[in-house]
C-alpha cells in the first residue's frame, strides 16, 4: 500500500485541473500529515499559507503584475502564471521559519520542511487529488501579497497547487536503478 503510494504520486499540474472543490476536511488531513514530518532539535520550521477562493484569483493577478514587470513580453508565461491559481482548488505558500537561535543550520530545516512537503505530497495523492510543488519565482516577493502575515525569519520556498482531476493509471515514469545510485559496502 505505502509502496504503491510512493511509486503512484506524481506532479499533476493545474492544466490537468477540473476545478472540483477540495473541502476543508480534506485540506485539513494534508496539513495534519505535514506536522508529523522528522525535524532536528523539534523546531518544527515548516509554516504554511492557505490560499482559497477570491485569494486564487488574487494570487494570479499578483503573479502576472509582478512578471510583467521583468518579462511582459513572454505572452504564454504570463497567461499560466495569471490563470494556474484560479485552476486549482488551493494553493499553499510553503515557508521554513528559521529559529531565533539558529540552533541547527539552515539545510537541515529545509530538509525538514521538504519532508513535511512530501507527507502532505503523499496524503494528497491519497486522497486522490493532485498536486505539485512549484520552485519560488524570483520576480515575486510574496511579502507584497495583501494579507498574508509573514515573519521577518521566514523564507518562501514555493507553492504548493492542489486541484481535483481524473486520474488515470500509467506506467511509472523512468527513474535510475539502484546500482546507479547506491554503493552497497560490506567489508
Ligand atoms: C523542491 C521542488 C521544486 C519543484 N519546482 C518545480 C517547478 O518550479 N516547476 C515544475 O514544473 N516542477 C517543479 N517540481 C516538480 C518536479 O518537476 C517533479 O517532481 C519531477 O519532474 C518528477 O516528477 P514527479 O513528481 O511526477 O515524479 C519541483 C519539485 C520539487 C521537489
Given at each position: 500500500?505505502?509502496?504503491?503510494?510512493?511509486?503512484t504520486r506524481r506532479s499533476v499540474f493545474p492544466a490537468q485541473y477540473t476545478q472540483g472543490d477540495i473541502p476543508e476536511h480534506d485540506?485539513?488531513?494534508?496539513?495534519?500529515?505535514?506536522?508529523?514530518?522528522?525535524?532536528?532539535?523539534k523546531t518544527e520550521p515548516w509554516r504554511y499559507k492557505?490560499?482559497?477562493?477570491?485569494?486564487?484569483?488574487?494570487?494570479?493577478?499578483?503573479?502576472?503584475?509582478?512578471?510583467s514587470k521583468v518579462d511582459g513580453h513572454k505572452k504564454f508565461k504570463l497567461k499560466k502564471l495569471r490563470e494556474n491559481p484560479s485552476k486549482s482548488s488551493a494553493v499553499i505558500l510553503i515557508f521554513m521559519h528559521?529559529?531565533?537561535?539558529e540552533s541547527v543550520p539552515e539545510w537541515e530545516e529545509i530538509a525538514a520542511v521538504a519532508m513535511s512537503v512530501q507527507n502532505m505530497w503523499l496524503t494528497t495523492h491519497n486522497l486522490g487529488y493532485g498536486c505539485y510543488w512549484s520552485s519560488p519565482k524570483p520576480f515575486a516577493n510574496m511579502s507584497d501579497?495583501?494579507?498574508?502575515?509573514?515573519?521577518?525569519?521566514?523564507?518562501f520556498l514555493g507553492f504548493f497547487y492542489m486541484g481535483t482531476y481524473t486520474m488515470e493509471s500509467q506506467d511509472l515514469p523512468e527513474r535510475k536503478s539502484i546500482e546507479e545510485?547506491?554503493?552497497?559496502?560490506?567489508?
Open positions: 500500500m505505502l509502496k504503491k503510494l510512493i511509486k485540506l485539513l488531513e494534508v496539513l495534519e500529515s505535514g506536522r508529523w514530518a522528522p525535524n532536528h532539535r492557505v490560499l482559497t477562493g477570491a485569494a486564487l484569483d488574487r494570487l494570479g493577478d499578483f503573479m502576472a503584475t509582478a512578471y528559521r529559529d531565533e537561535k501579497f495583501k494579507g498574508l502575515k509573514i515573519e521577518d525569519n521566514e523564507r545510485m547506491v554503493q552497497f559496502l560490506n567489508h
